[in-house]
């Protein structure tokens, strides 16, 4: 019987370890995103509201594949959901070799949106099979633990574009050396066959994790079909104003956090003419950097207060900053947008437990919506790089302001209204 239980706690354990990867493979490819802005805005020469389309491209996915994902794993399990979603990943990251070789914007925004494809599939499979992976009562601890590895993949995101994607030249020199239309064609289709290795090799480790994936055996809980509608719920769910509200408030939550780390490459390069595209990196890794750490410390806050109160505190310092960011770009603005990503840090689990809190029984339901919501990442960045277009980057940074706003202001709701969010959270 002891050596049933101790297999058991070891096939759990494995599980475990494999759906914690998942975390730290979307968050590298979120951030990697930040990092083909500005690759794609120098191959194909892009206006900014051009080169936003690569996030307004991968949140599309968002917006059309929770609910047939859904469907999916209510037929055939958390555990195949996690093997269909690593497969269009890898498969979509393949794709960017075709896509650099004939050297097409398309052809890479196709790619990026099957990426996000399989993305919605893990996003959605990753929080249920974690859940489901031991004792309930420790479930919001697994999940933490889980969370700490997203901001990890996404640093390992951003240093990995930094290193092998970013070239040494800047697109000014590039084009100042290039003395002919032949030269300065072939400087551009080296700029986009620059993605090339990279997402080889990231399409080929996300195949062999879908196959570690494919045979381990998971707890029965993640590996059986589940009974019942998705949809039971909605009815009840589109009655509570709170969690309409929740929603509402992630759409421009997760817009606002793609577009500050979207544009803070070209942020920094406006605001301090002359900054390498590299040391402009490095400050987008700074950031990421401080968002983790911003997660620790608020698993340290939530020991006294609520993550309703966590995040409307975090909201108006967020807010502030991003108001020095915009009034004053320079070294000063830098530093405020860097110091954002801290307090952006327990949004996105502090607004899916304040809409859940009360509603755990329909948690499948809410966390399709939740999980739509992220779409705002494909309006909020488009709409960033179209005011660029037309002011300056800096005046762009309004959309994330008024983000933060509408967080601040549902979240002060949530506090007056006793929605403590001290739910099962969810990570982004």
Not at 105 to 114: D, E, I, M, R, S
Request: net charge positive; hydrophobic share 55%; proline share 4%.
């Amino acid at each position: 019987m002891k050596m049933i239980v101790t297999a058991q706690r070891n096939k759990a354990r494995l599980a475990l370890v494999l759906t914690i990867c998942l975390y730290a493979l979307w968050g590298m490819a979120h951030n990697l995103n930040d990092i083909l802005i500005t690759q794609f805005k120098k191959a194909f020469l892009l206006s900014d509201l051009q080169s936003s389309l690569v996030q307004s491209c991968f949140y599309v996915a968002y917006l059309v594949m929770p609910i047939p994902v859904a469907l999916f794993m209510q037929r055939f399990s958390y555990k195949r959901g996690v093997i269909a979603g690593l497969c269009l990943y890898g498969v979509g990251a393949l794709l960017f070799w075709p896509a650099a070789a004939m050297v097409t914007y398309p052809a890479f925004l196709g790619a990026l949106f099957v990426i996000a494809c399989g993305l919605t599939f893990l996003e959605t499979a990753g929080t249920g099979i974690i859940v489901v992976l031991g004792r309930p009562e420790r479930a919001e601890w697994r999940i933490n633990v889980a969370q700490a590895f997203n901001p990890l993949g996404a640093i390992s995101g951003v240093l990995v574009g930094r290193q092998f994607i970013f070239s040494a030249r800047e697109s000014a020199q590039a084009h100042e050396a290039a003395a002919s239309p032949a030269a300065l064609a072939a400087y551009h289709a080296a700029e986009a066959q620059a993605v090339q290795m990279p997402y080889l090799v990231i399409g080929l480790l996300v195949l062999t994790i879908a196959l570690l994936v494919a045979v381990t055996r998971f707890p029965a809980a993640a590996e059986e079909a589940q009974q019942g509608s998705p949809f039971e719920g909605f009815r009840h769910l589109r009655k509570s104003s709170i969690f309409l509200f929740g929603v509402l408030a992630q759409f421009f939550y997760v817009g606002t956090q793609i577009g500050v780390w979207s544009f803070t490459i070209r942020y920094a390069q406006h605001a301090v003419p002359g900054t390498p595209e590299r040391l402009a990196a490095l400050y987008l890794t700074v950031s990421l950097v401080c968002f983790l750490l911003g997660r620790f410390a608020s698993l340290l806050l939530l020991r006294r207060y609520s993550s309703a109160q966590i995040a409307m505190v975090f909201a108006a310092a967020a807010a502030l900053l991003t108001m020095v960011a915009i009034l004053a770009p320079g070294p000063i603005g830098i530093l405020s947008l860097i110091a954002v990503s801290f307090f952006m840090s327990v949004m996105f689990p502090a607004i899916y437990a304040i809409g859940l809190h009360g509603h755990a029984e329909y948690s499948k339901p809410a966390s399709a919506l939740m999980i739509m919501s992220i779409t705002g990442g494909a309006v909020l960045a488009a709409l960033m790089g179209a005011i660029s277009d037309h002011a300056t980057i800096a005046v762009a940074y309004v959309v994330p302001l008024s983000g933060f706003l509408v967080v601040f202001t549902y979240c002060t709701a949530a506090v007056r209204a006793g929605r403590t969010g001290a739910a099962v959270t969810a990570a982004h």
